[in-house]
């Protein structure tokens, strides 16, 4: 069964501080990785998406990386804003279903003053 | 301004009720989707449609339908079959199926009273 696993479940840092979020999958065949910021009660908006040529992708202070080899992707979040306090979607997409999309469970992350 | 909106924001039916969500997009997309997100996990696939009167189920389609009528609109209907109806309801859209970016809605919160 496919699946994608996030960790750590929660994470609580201080404004400024930067961080790392977790995504592991086991989804094949593999078409493409993206990260959604999800904020409380609303849609989930569109971060990055990489596909297997792809190691690497930035968009402002969020930098996502993705190692097809280990299945493995990473979300890094640069000088963290109080702005960015909301849940990370780790989302995988099916090469034979482009409409298969596989969703982590989502990291909630807490900026505190 | 483009984009896809979801309507109402929240919304309570009685059991036994049948209920019908909106979506509607203007962003002349081919795919639409219809996830349901629960506390805890992650989004999962109602159903999803790649073009004007076409449309598949998903892996929680029981309990739901839907229609496409016009390729700028996709209702979702939660009838009195589905057992456990209260949840956030998630649209989404994209050019097409496949690795393309997907753009989601505002939600639906869906409560049974």
């Known amino acids: 069964k496919n699946q994608v696993e996030q960790s750590p479940q929660s994470l609580i840092i201080l404004e400024g501080k930067n961080c790392t979020l977790q995504?592991?999958?086991?989804?094949?065949?593999?078409?493409?990785l993206r990260w959604y910021k999800q904020d409380t009660g609303r849609g989930p908006v569109s971060l990055t998406i990489?596909?297997?040529?792809?190691n690497t992708k930035s968009n402002g202070r969020y930098t996502a990386t993705l190692d097809a080899d280990t299945k493995q992707s990473s979300l890094h979040i640069t000088a963290s804003q109080l702005s960015d306090s909301a849940s990370y979607i780790c989302v995988v997409g099916e090469e034979t279903s482009g409409s298969r999309l596989t969703f982590g469970e989502g990291t909630q992350l807490t900026v505190n003053p | 301004d483009g984009g896809i909106t979801q309507s109402p924001k929240y919304l309570f039916r009685k059991e036994g009720q049948n209920v019908t969500l909106s979506c509607e997009q203007n962003?002349?997309?081919?795919?639409m989707y219809w996830y349901r997100q629960d506390p805890g996990q992650g989004l999962r696939l109602i159903y999803y449609?790649?073009?004007?009167?076409?449309?598949q189920k998903g892996d929680i389609a029981e309990g739901y339908s839907v229609s496409r009528e016009k390729k700028e609109s996709f209702p979702l209907t939660v009838t009195s079959a589905q057992k456990n109806p209260t949840a956030f309801y998630l649209c989404?859209?994209?050019?097409?199926?496949?690795?393309?970016?997907?753009?989601f809605g505002q939600g639906t919160r869906l409560t049974v009273v």
């Open positions: 962003l002349n997309h081919d795919a």
């Open positions: 989404a859209s994209s050019i097409r199926t496949g690795g393309t970016e997907a753009f």
């Open positions: 449609s790649q073009i004007v009167n076409d449309f």
């Open positions: 990489m596909t297997f040529s792809e």
């Open positions: 995504c592991n999958y086991t989804v094949s065949p593999f078409s493409n």
